[in-house]
């Protein structure tokens, strides 16, 4: 752990800025040799390959001895017998919890923990998440810690912690009465996990406050109540009206912003993709008639399967039906074509950070997905989720954060449980031994 941070500290320490006069360092190379190359794109791996890398970008990919012919003195990281892939992005967490299986752990948290200690586990989140392999996360939402996704993101960004990418939500929205904490005596005001909003224009403002705090995407909670209908579909209550929701998803755009909603049952769905959402999360109920307007529409789902089948026997009832309706779902709308919508995404904090997000892998695979279609649902998929486009793959022109695994992750995903490298923008935050 020390190590890691030490090294990380000693690059930032490089890259400060030189005084105006001086002239600019030329940015330091790096040439990785991989044993097994997975690019993010390619349907296969490719043996004998070597990524050429000068700052913080890729500039060359190709067959090793092509690719080290034009390395000169390139610093070398040897992991010849290894399988690099692009770093794993997690499209649906929340680093300010620290699970939530049973309604008494979330309200603890509200209620005993404050801002700033929470803000001191989520640090550790971040660096767990990074350390796991994966380079960029969504995080949607703090639980009632207000804005300090923004801080987080803001202390890695410049070099005070390290973490992942951090694309951050803030608040998130709910109507009065349909978010924890709930069941409190009427007398006590209580805190809030969601900015509790009502009604188109305080929608609008409660959106442009969380655009102008630092708020990358916004999301809100589109459904609660869920329930199995008669006919077998899983359902839920709406949260919020047409007009409602409009006001969110259009104020958002108009800000440049996108929309994740929160949408389990077959109704909170629909009721979302009428709005024009971008995301749909968790997406539990969904049907083939959703699958085909998400399709039309464009729309990426995050299923977060392993946090449903890790929560469902702590919280009973409906929950472990639910599990199964998913994997059946999950299964149906991978045949009917909705792959390319179906990004990474765990909820982690949903469960504790000492889980490892990479869990979600082996539950995609079992549910349908190939191992590369898993993969590249964390890579390819999450970066175009993210608009990022110089994420997700290992290409020329592309930003170098790359993991590798001792295993082969297309025979048995769950190597990606047990990343033994990872660099982000051409930094190594966790080095395999005897290779440094
Ligand atoms: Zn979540």
Redesign the pocket.
């Known amino acids: 752990m020390r190590r890691t941070f030490l090294m990380a500290a000693a690059t930032l320490v490089a890259a400060a800025p030189v005084p105006a006069q001086a002239p600019a360092a030329a940015p330091k190379r790096v040439l990785i040799l991989a044993g097994h190359l997975i690019d993010g794109t390619s349907d296969k791996a490719r043996d004998n390959q070597a990524i050429l890398i000068e700052g913080d970008s890729i500039v060359a990919v190709g067959p090793r001895a092509e690719v080290e012919s034009r390395a000169g003195g390139a610093e070398r990281i040897d992991l010849g017998t290894m399988t690099v892939l692009p770093g794993l992005i997690d499209n649906?967490?929340?680093i300010l919890l620290q699970g939530d299986i049973t309604a008494q752990d979330y309200d603890d948290q509200l209620l005993k923990e404050s801002i700033p200690y929470r803000t001191i586990r989520a640090t550790m989140a971040v660096r767990t998440a990074l350390e796991n392999g994966f380079t960029a996360l969504r995080d949607?939402?703090t639980e009632g810690a207000m804005y300090a996704d923004v801080d987080v993101k803001r202390a890695i960004n410049r070099g005070v912690i390290p973490g992942p990418r951090m694309f951050v939500s803030t608040r998130a929205l709910a109507p009065t009465g349909m978010y924890p904490l709930l069941g409190y005596s009427w007398e006590l005001r209580m805190p809030q996990g969601v900015q509790i909003t009502d009604g188109p224009e305080d929608l609008r403002k409660a959106v442009r406050e969380q655009v102008g705090n630092g708020a990358d995407w916004i999301k809100f909670y589109a459904d609660r109540r869920y329930f199995i209908a008669p006919d077998g579909r899983l359902r839920s209550w709406v949260n919020y009206t047409d007009a409602e929701m409009q006001a969110i998803v259009q104020e958002a755009h108009r800000l440049g912003k996108k929309v994740a909603a929160?949408a389990i049952g077959w109704d909170g769905i629909d009721a979302a993709l009428r709005a024009g959402v971008n995301s749909i999360?968790?997406g539990d109920g969904l049907t083939p008639d959703l699958v085909d307007r998400m399709k039309s529409q464009q729309v990426y789902w995050c299923p977060?399967i392993y946090?449903g089948a890790y929560v469902a026997e702590g919280r009973g009832g409906i929950w472990p039906r639910m599990v199964e309706i998913e994997k059946a779902n999950f299964g149906e709308a991978v045949k009917r074509g909705l792959l390319p919508f179906i990004a990474y995404g765990t909820?982690a904090?949903?469960y504790a950070w000492s889980e490892n997000q990479a869990k979600e892998f082996a539950y995609m695979v079992r549910y349908g997905m190939t191992p590369m279609q898993a993969i590249t649902s964390a890579t390819a998929t999450g970066a175009r989720l993210l608009d990022q486009p110089r994420l997700g793959r290992i290409m020329p022109g592309k930003l170098a954060d790359i993991v590798a695994v001792r295993g082969d992750p297309l025979s048995d995903i769950t190597e990606l449980e047990r990343v033994g490298f990872v660099m982000k923008g051409g930094t190594v935050y966790k080095g395999v031994s005897g290779e440094r």
């Open positions: 649906h967490t929340h949607l939402e929160h999360e968790h977060t946090v909820d904090g949903g």
